[in-house]
T-cell receptor, first 114, second 114 residues
Framework: KQEVTQIPAALSVPEGENLVLNCSFT??????LQWFRQDPGKGLTSLLL?????REQTSGRLNASLDKSSGRSTLYIAASQPGDSATYLC?????????????FGKGTHLIIQP | DVKVTQSSRYLVKRTGEKVFLECVQD?????MFWYRQDPGLGLRLIYF???????EKGDIPEGYSVSREKKERFSLILESASTNQTSMYLC?????????????FGPGTRLTVT
């Protein structure tokens, strides 16, 4: 059964720093990987989606990479801002076809200090 | 932009009540999902649907049922609410193939069963 692990569980850094969040998964046979942001008490906002054939995706100050063979993904946040404070979740989809749900990590709780 | 809405942000119900959580998406997505999110356990899939009137059990379906009478609407039903169903409930939708299976989430319903 697929397991997704996110390290660290929590991170606090000063504003302006570049940072990396890590995600690993046990079964490399994935269809895609998605990074989400969740603010306290709210739903999930999709940040980046990487298909299994891709190596990375970028959106603004965010860059996500995928190394499927090693079962790893990283989310890079450049020039962090207090507004980036949130919980970041990664999730994998096992296959195309069907309507399988995602398998989620437990998230990294990020605090950016002003 | 895809929009997924949920009928209530907060809900308080008594043990034994029948509870309906409603979810509507406006992008004609084929697949819809219900997850619950609990501290320390992360997000877990309850049920999903890949077409009108079609449903599949997820990882934790016990105590829940679902209904999908129209493509845009997916309802989660707690037949007899119990205190261990106190949780955050999140609905999601995705368009397979052409949509790349990117999942979009609603704002969540915080359910408290007393």
């Amino acid at each position: 059964k697929q397991e997704v692990t996110q390290i660290p569980a929590a991170l606090s850094v000063p504003e302006g720093e570049n940072l990396v969040l890590n995600c690993s998964f046990t079964d490399s046979a994935i269809y895609n990987l998605q990074w989400f942001r969740q603010d306290p008490g709210k739903g999930l906002t999709s940040l980046l989606l990487i298909q299994s054939s891709q190596r990375e995706q970028t959106s603004g100050r965010l860059n996500a990479s995928l190394d499927k063979s090693s079962g790893r993904s990283t989310l890079y946040i450049a020039a962090s801002q207090p507004g980036d404070s949130a919980t970041y979740l990664c999730a994998v989809r096992a296959r195309a076809g069907g309507a399988d749900g995602l398998t989620f990590g437990k998230g990294t709780h990020l605090i950016i200090q002003p | 932009d895809v929009k997924v809405t949920q009928s209530s942000r907060y809900l308080v119900k008594r043990t034994g009540e029948k509870v309906f959580l409603e979810c509507v998406q406006d992008m004609d997505h084929e697949n819809m999902f219900w997850y619950r999110q609990d501290p320390g356990l992360g997000l877990r899939l309850i049920y999903f649907s890949y077409d009108v009137k079609m449903k599949e059990k997820g990882d934790i379906p016990e105590g829940y049922s679902v209904s999908r009478e129209k493509k845009e609407r997916f309802s989660l039903i707690l037949e007899s609410a119990s205190t261990n169903q106190t949780s955050m409930y999140l609905c999601a939708s995705t368009q397979p193939w052409t949509g790349g299976y990117e999942q979009y989430f609603g704002p969540g319903t915080r359910l408290t069963v007393t």
